[in-house]
């Protein structure tokens, strides 16, 4: 997989989510970069795709921000079938639930059916999450320590960059070895793949936890697609239905860290995307 990145590669479908744009900890220039070397017939985006909770509170907005949503909506044009089921942190998208645009459709769930006749129910998975179901305001003060994690990790791989050391999530790390994260996460995965057995589908594609991963549950199929802060990872169907986990961090040569700590490009906004960013402020 090393020079996965440097070639095109052609997928039935692919999945994507919480990439968290308006957010410093979103890897905008990797996705850009999977964007860019990837094609599919379909493409889902699994919900947080812009963080309208961090935005509400300090506007951050870069130029490679505009150029994923600039890059996602040129694939639709040239015939994609994008998908944007929006997840907790742009609920406010929910409000045009079933309607397009730019040819991109806007759906509160959906079931995809694979190449090799599989059905999965595919949604974000917020509502299985009992933090957003039942005490909204702690998932709030999560979020702002979720963050103070990232920016931590930031510096963490700023410093393991210039021994010569590749990129390594530290807040993924310490999720996975947290005895309570690790409780939270299963029973995030049983309450999903319960409502995939009572919706009758073979499996269940999802997002929200940042924890890519796909395994078998008691006959069910449970996907996650991962993040774009964290893991950098998408989820893919290959054209005989496979499903596989791309790590877009392990497979190409671009450091994560450039999107952070260098200037973001000085060249004039295009004028759509200017529109862009003042009906999403509106909207928040």
Same mark, same amino acid.
């Not at 994923?68 to 089921?85: D, E, H, M």
């Given at each position: 997989m090393n020079d996965l990145s440097k070639q095109q590669h052609r997928y039935r479908s692919i999945w994507i989510s919480d990439i968290h744009l308006g957010t410093r900890g979103c890897q905008a220039e990797m996705l850009l970069d999977f964007l860019k070397n990837t094609e599919s017939k379909y493409l889902y985006l699994v919900g947080d795709i812009i963080d309208g909770w961090r935005m509400k509170r300090a506007w951050y907005w870069r130029q490679?921000?505009?150029?994923?949503?600039?890059?996602?909506?040129?694939?639709?044009?040239?015939?994609?079938?994008?998908?944007?089921?929006p997840g907790n942190h742009d609920e406010n998208f929910r409000d045009f639930t079933d309607h397009r645009f730019g040819r991109v459709a806007i759906l509160y769930e959906?079931?995809?059916?694979?190449?090799?006749?599989r059905r999965f129910l595919v949604l974000h998975g917020d509502r299985?999450?009992?933090?957003?179901?039942? #005490?909204?305001?702690?998932?709030?003060? @999560?979020?702002?320590?979720? &963050?103070?994690?990232?920016? +931590?990790?930031?510096?963490?791989?700023?410093?393991?960059?210039?021994?010569g050391l590749p990129y390594w999530s530290l807040s993924a790390y310490l999720k996975h070895k947290v005895k309570n994260a690790v409780?939270?996460?299963?029973k995030f995965e049983d309450a999903v793949v319960d409502e995939a057995r009572r919706r009758g589908t073979d499996g269940v594609i999802c997002g929200h936890i940042?924890? #890519?991963?796909?395994?078998?549950?008691? @006959?069910?199929?449970?996907? &996650?697609?991962?993040?774009? +802060?964290e893991s950098c990872s998408a989820?893919?169907?290959?054209?005989?239905?496979?499903?596989?986990i791309l790590r877009w961090a392990d497979a190409q040569s671009l450091s994560l860290q450039e999107n952070d700590v260098c200037e973001s490009s000085s060249s004039a906004t295009p004028g759509f995307l200017?529109?862009?960013?003042?009906?999403?402020?509106?909207?928040?």
């Open positions: 490679a921000h505009n150029d994923v949503i600039q890059k996602i909506l040129r694939k639709a044009r040239k015939g994609t079938r994008v998908i944007y089921i959906t079931v995809h059916t694979m190449a090799d006749g299985f999450d009992g933090v957003i179901k039942y #005490a909204k305001w702690l998932a709030f003060l @999560g979020d702002n320590a979720y &963050n103070a994690a990232i920016a +931590v990790n930031m510096w963490f791989n700023v410093v393991r960059k210039t021994f409780e939270y996460i299963s940042h924890t #890519a991963e796909i395994r078998d549950m008691n @006959g069910i199929t449970y996907c &996650n697609d991962g993040d774009w +802060v989820l893919v169907e290959h054209m005989d239905g496979r499903l596989e200017r529109s862009m960013a003042s009906s999403v402020r509106s909207i928040l």
